[in-house]
């Protein structure tokens, strides 16, 4: 497999970008920038030939800050489809600029692989519904059976590429919409592909609902692993709660969940809709799969009354005589908790999860984020 790196960066000063549900249009980066100012670098564009489609692909590459600066230290690296530099690899770069800047979640390598046919490339075959009833509603433009290629090239060019050029560690596939349900059919076909999945608004009434119909009994068939999905639904105004499939696909993993899978559902439909989901989604995702612990209070006087911060209890004091507050040694707590008995906490090593609380799934609070024998992150 032949590799080549376009001598220009993706530009960025505004944001604008369309609804992750529908494909996306083209555009030019530079016109994103003033021409008398200096353009923002955020990531990289790479072509390469695959041996899967026979022909050039792009891929687009986000690198955390302090890569270079760190060379024993692995990341987690998550595979965006639908991620091309006109689709969303900018949105998904936002999502990684805040892990750096909050610390709230674990920085991550992001892969964004762009898709030339979405409508072909991520959906599974047609097979129980009359096909008319798909052309009337997509046209010409919606060629289902792709997504068995689609996969193959992920194994075949994608992965290799980059865990062979980058120091990666944990392997996560995410999308949106049919690449949400793209998603959830690599979980169930081929599992072992990747580490982490995260599936925001899958279209999941794709052929009558086939594809959750299905997934018990995959589901029951898989080894067991450590394995982790998330996945979420907003408000849709059309398909995906018109039927029972999201009851089904819940029930599926309550029911048939293979030992050691982690999985997480959260239903946003008081608060969001299909084309509202994506930023929300991944950042709770990430705050869910990536979580990371941090201290608790503040140690600046100037924010206390009386310029005096309140004394660490003795079970703070020895955690911070442990050293870093990572997992191991962090105590897993709701803000309520946190908030009920500030004093009680202050200094110490807390896991809390930021926004949504998660609606089914087998997350205790302490398993949420990558344990330290986990994460792979010094060699």
């Not at 050039?56 to 639908?82: C, H, M």
């Not at 194994?155 to 590429?161: R, S």
């Not at 005096?308 to 897993?332: F, K, L, M, N």
Request: hydrophobic share 35%; charged share 25%; net charge negative.
């Amino acid at each position: 497999m032949i590799t080549s790196r376009i001598p220009w960066h993706l530009l960025l000063v505004g944001t604008v970008f369309s609804s992750p549900t529908i494909a996306q249009p083209q555009s030019d980066h530079a016109v994103l920038s003033d021409p008398d100012g200096t353009p923002i670098v955020i990531g990289s564009v790479h072509r390469i030939n695959s041996t899967v489609y026979g022909d050039e692909q792009i891929i687009t590459v986000r690198l955390p800050r302090g890569y270079a600066d760190n060379p024993q230290r692995r990341y987690p690296v998550v595979f965006s489809v639908d991620g091309g530099p006109d689709q969303d690899f900018e949105l998904l770069s936002g999502i990684a600029a805040e892990a750096e800047f909050s610390t709230s979640f674990e920085p991550f390598i992001l892969i964004g692989v762009q898709t030339k046919d979405r409508y072909r490339q991520l959906t599974p075959e047609w097979t129980r519904l009359d096909p008319e009833r798909l052309s009337d509603a997509f046209g010409d433009r919606m060629v289902p059976g792709g997504a068995d290629q689609f996969r193959r090239y992920l194994e075949t060019d994608i992965i290799p590429w980059a865990t062979g050029r980058y120091r990666t560690g944990r392997k996560a596939l995410t999308s949106v919409s049919l690449g949400g349900l793209f998603v959830i059919d690599t979980f169930l076909e081929t599992p072992e592909l990747f580490e982490d999945y995260i599936a925001l608004t899958p279209s999941i009434w794709w052929d009558g609902g086939r594809i959750v119909d299905e997934a018990a009994a995959k589901l029951a068939k898989q080894d067991a692993s450590n394995r982790r999905i998330y996945f979420t639904m907003g408000d849709e105004g059309v398909g995906n709660r018109t039927g029972p499939w999201l009851e089904t696909l819940v029930a599926a993993f309550e029911t048939s969940a293979p030992e050691g899978l982690k999985w997480a559902f959260v239903d946003r439909s008081s608060e969001e809709e299909h084309r509202t989901m994506a930023l929300t989604g991944w950042l709770d995702a990430f705050r869910t799969l990536y979580l990371t612990p941090s201290r608790s209070g503040n140690p600046l006087s100037l924010v206390y009354k009386d310029f005096e911060a309140p004394p660490y209890s003795a079970e703070a004091r020895a955690i911070i005589d442990v050293g870093t507050c990572r997992h191991a040694i962090a105590t897993a707590v709701t803000f309520e908790e946190k908030n009920s008995a500030p004093r009680t906490y202050y200094g110490r090593c807390l896991l809390m999860k930021p926004g949504q609380r998660l609606t089914a799934g087998n997350f205790a609070l302490s398993e949420l984020g990558l344990k330290d024998d986990q994460e792979a992150v010094h060699e």
